[in-house]
């Protein structure tokens, strides 16, 4: 049972526009979340989170929306630059034990110059 | 600052022979993490790890698979007997030790074959 969704396996966007990653979840538990980058042939690296005490939290070109009562939250990249092609991995975590995160399985972002 | 240093990056085995994928974690970080991405999946948990000590393995298949992180040195990840379906990339991240220290600081991983 997959408790964390990435339904979007890939996504292409123009440089320039922005790119809307999108992550559902069905663990009501879960209070925190992340986004991690993964490029190939490299682990994944941390980019942004958000906890679920808030609905918005902003980074840079990098903004994370959590919407609790759907259960879905956004990465938005904006503008989109063809360095952030990448794998996107969503992350949760449940009452604090955010070191065993539960993953999606990822979306591809081509961005294209 | 080196971060977390994964090898082997890549490692061959045939079925039945053990696999030993070792980690040290970044400077100053005293947790250590293992997950397993199987092809075509997303990352799961292995086991948590602080010096000398296994604080979670629940995601650790029950037989075959091993972790330690000792005193001195790097963390251990041992997978005895392999079999094909053990064939995956191993992601070891490190933490530091403080509260709310919430982002893992990933390795680039080790990728096994088994043949």
């Known amino acids: 049972d997959q408790q964390v969704k990435q339904n979007s396996p890939s996504l292409s966007v123009q440089e320039g526009r922005i790119s809307i990653l999108n992550c559902d979840y069905t663990?009501?538990?879960?209070?925190?979340f992340l986004w991690y980058k993964k490029y190939p042939a490299e682990g994944p690296t941390f980019l942004i989170s958000i906890s679920s005490i808030k609905d918005k939290n902003e980074d840079g070109r990098f903004t994370v929306f959590l919407n609790k009562s759907a259960k879905h939250l956004s990465l938005h990249i904006v503008p989109s630059q063809p360095g952030d092609s990448a794998v996107y991995f969503c992350a949760a975590s449940v009452a604090g034990n955010n070191r065993k995160l539960i993953w999606g399985l990822g979306t591809s972002l081509a961005v294209n110059p | 600052n080196a971060g977390v240093m994964q090898n082997p990056r890549h490692l061959v085995r045939r079925r039945g022979q053990e696999a030993r994928l070792r980690c040290s974690p970044m400077?100053?970080?005293?947790?250590v993490y293992w997950y397993r991405q199987l092809p075509e999946e997303g990352l799961k948990f292995m086991v948590y790890l602080q010096k000398e000590n296994i604080i979670d393995e629940s995601g650790m298949p029950k037989e075959r698979f091993s972790a330690e992180f000792p005193k001195e040195g790097p963390s251990i990840l041992r997978i005895q007997q392999v079999v094909r379906g053990d064939s995956a990339a191993y992601f070891c991240a490190s933490s530091q030790a403080r509260p709310g220290a919430n982002v893992l600081t990933f390795g680039a991983g080790s990728r096994l074959t088994v043949l």
């Open positions: 663990n009501s538990m879960f209070d925190y």
């Open positions: 400077k100053g970080h005293s947790h």
